[in-house]
């Protein structure tokens, strides 16, 4: 079945603290690997598109790296700013479906 | 540029009444077209999908139903809506069959 795990469920970081989120999936022919920035009470940002292992994407204090079995969002030196609930989501190959994690909840005190 | 919209942006509603949410995208033609709900603190459960007007997938056989009456509109609907419907509604549309969703603002539902 496809599935997708993310951990920590909560991340508590002091300002400048770097740290990761991780995404694993198991996906039946992976076609895109997803990550989104979603602020309480609004929509999901979209923030970057993986492909393939080796893959890595960078946007400010954010890189997202991909492996064969999953993914890492690195933040570095984060500020009270980040602080947001990270998603993160696959699409199979022969599908039009999406299917998420439950998120991280990050909170970057200063 | 594309825009999705979505309304209302909050909406409270007895046991039992009906419900209606629309969903519409501008700046793109023959987007796929997809329904979410996140309950508190939870990821997104995909509800419905569809790929043209008049075709729609359902993921989860609830008393939910969706139509697709134009190319750019979605529109979610119940006859007789339940507690559990509560939560946060989501419509997300791609262009083609593959690539980054782009999400609306949402519905908060709140049934009584």
């Known amino acids: 079945e496809d599935q997708v795990t993310q951990s920590p469920e909560a991340l508590r970081l002091q300002e400048g603290e770097s740290s990761s989120l991780n995404c694993s999936y198991t996906v039946s022919g992976l076609r895109g690997l997803f990550w989104y920035r979603q602020d309480p009470g609004k929509g999901p940002e979209f923030l970057f598109t993986l492909y393939s292992a080796g893959e890595e994407k960078e946007k400010e204090r954010l890189k997202a790296t991909l492996t064969k079995k999953e993914s890492f969002l690195h933040i570095t030196a984060p500020k009270p700013e980040d602080s947001a609930t990270y998603l993160c989501?696959?699409?199979?190959?022969?599908?039009?479906?999406?299917?998420f994690g439950s998120g991280t909840k990050l909170n970057v005190k200063p | 540029s594309q825009t999705i919209h979505q309304w209302p942006a909050t909406l409270v509603q007895p046991v039992g009444s009906p419900l209606s949410l629309e969903c519409t995208v501008e700046g793109t033609s023959n987007p796929n077209l997809y329904w979410y709900r996140q309950a508190a603190g939870r990821g997104l459960q995909l509800l419905f999908y569809s790929v043209g007007i008049g075709q729609i997938s359902s993921e989860v056989p609830q008393n939910l139903s969706a139509s697709r009456p134009q190319d750019r509109q979605f529109i979610l609907s119940s006859k007789k809506l339940l507690l559990s419907d509560s939560g946060f509604y989501l419509c997300?549309?791609?262009?083609?069959?593959?690539?980054?969703?782009?999400f609306g603002p949402g519905t908060r539902l709140t049934v009584t």
């Open positions: 997300a549309w791609i262009s083609g069959s593959w690539g980054e969703q782009y």
């Open positions: 989501a696959v699409q199979a190959t022969y599908f039009n479906k999406f299917y």
